[in-house]
């Protein structure tokens, strides 16, 4: 196929995409990006182009967060219901029938869901929009699923995002209002801490980075980036979520993560050259306790010291209920 240049592309299909056809050369991901941090070959492995085995698989957990996107953006792959009858007396999609439509669905590039489910998504999307809504903002679907490549410090790169809206918002503590990238995260609980610490654990810091860096290069324009979490089951609150970039601010995200992206693309450069792409040291690895571990059992050791004692009468009390009964005669 013709490879694209550097720029802006919308209706690229998913296909294309996760296949990593766009690019003459095997292009880093997001997501590749932060397997690189964990080790090169696990990038490698993952990597379609790369990997002469590789093989995308589809899995049950993400198939609510696909059409959630689908639901919500107008783009992307579509969902298909399971018709009732197929499903058995248990409401379980276990029966011959179900399973069918279920690998056919598949091959076509559908999303299987029961009808329940298909109700669900269609609830997180409209409550997405609402909130969405009180903020200026409306999910186009021709700004959705819009692809990014770009080279950056010579490395090709791409990014899939799940909107760009053409209008700029108002963020909590930039005066001028911003053009966004906005992501959505389907999630159990989007309450502050509980955000805080999806973007810990899953490396959302590293994605505001690695996304708004792929956009500029691609098209020059300076972007900020936004997620937005969708509980999964009712009320379906959203939570907006703009991390905080203020350098030299003990919070700041964004030290950190352009130092991660830099350090991928350098990563990814030095092993697409040499085509080395090793995994975990080798040897003995001797692991150090961490400061906080510690201080947790030493907080839990200071409450039990706290916990009053029995006295000797309580104790004696204690023994004798325990002490086998004598049955009266014997």
Excluded at 194 to 208: H, K, L, P, S, T
Aim: aromatic share 8%; hydrophobic share 40%; charged share 25%.
């Amino acid at each position: 196929m013709t490879h694209l240049a550097p720029g802006i592309y919308a209706d690229i299909p998913d296909t294309d995409y996760h296949a990593d056809t766009l690019t003459a050369q095997p292009a880093l991901s997001n997501s590749i990006a932060k397997l690189l941090l964990r080790s090169p070959l696990h990038a490698w492995t993952a990597h379609p182009r790369l990997n002469p085995h590789f093989e995308r698989k589809d899995s049950k957990v993400f198939d609510l967060g696909r059409a959630a996107h689908r639901a919500a953006l107008g783009k992307g792959s579509d969902y298909a219901a399971i018709p009732e009858d197929y499903l058995s007396s248990n409401g379980a999609a276990s029966t011959k029938l179900a399973k069918d439509f279920i690998a056919t669905s598949r091959e076509q590039g559908l999303t299987p869901l029961k009808s329940e489910e298909v109700d669900q998504i269609g609830a997180m999307a409209e409550k997405l929009r609402a909130r969405l809504a009180e903020y200026g903002i409306t999910l186009d679907p021709a700004r959705s699923e819009m692809t990014a490549i770009a080279e950056i410090d010579g490395v090709p790169c791409k990014c899939r995002v799940d909107n760009a809206p053409a209008a700029a918002m108002r963020i909590p503590g930039i005066p001028m209002p911003r053009k966004v990238l906005i992501d959505l995260k389907t999630i159990e609980d989007a309450s502050p801490d509980a955000a805080r610490r999806a973007v810990e654990n899953y490396g959302y810091d590293f994605q505001g980075a690695f996304y708004p860096e792929v956009w500029k290069a691609a098209c020059g324009e300076d972007r900020d980036m936004i997620f937005a979490f969708i509980e999964k089951l009712p009320p379906h609150e959203v939570a907006v979520v703009h991390l905080l970039n203020e350098p030299g601010h003990s919070g700041d995200w964004f030290e950190d993560a352009r130092a991660k992206t830099a350090a991928a693309r350098a990563l990814w450069k030095e092993c697409s050259t040499t085509n080395r792409w090793p995994g975990y040291p080798n040897g003995i690895i001797t692991l150090e306790a961490r400061p906080f571990f510690r201080q947790s059992w030493q907080d839990r050791a200071a409450m039990l010291c706290q916990t009053s004692k029995p006295t000797a009468a309580a104790l004696r009390a204690a023994y004798a209920a325990q002490a086998p009964h004598r049955i009266a005669g014997e």
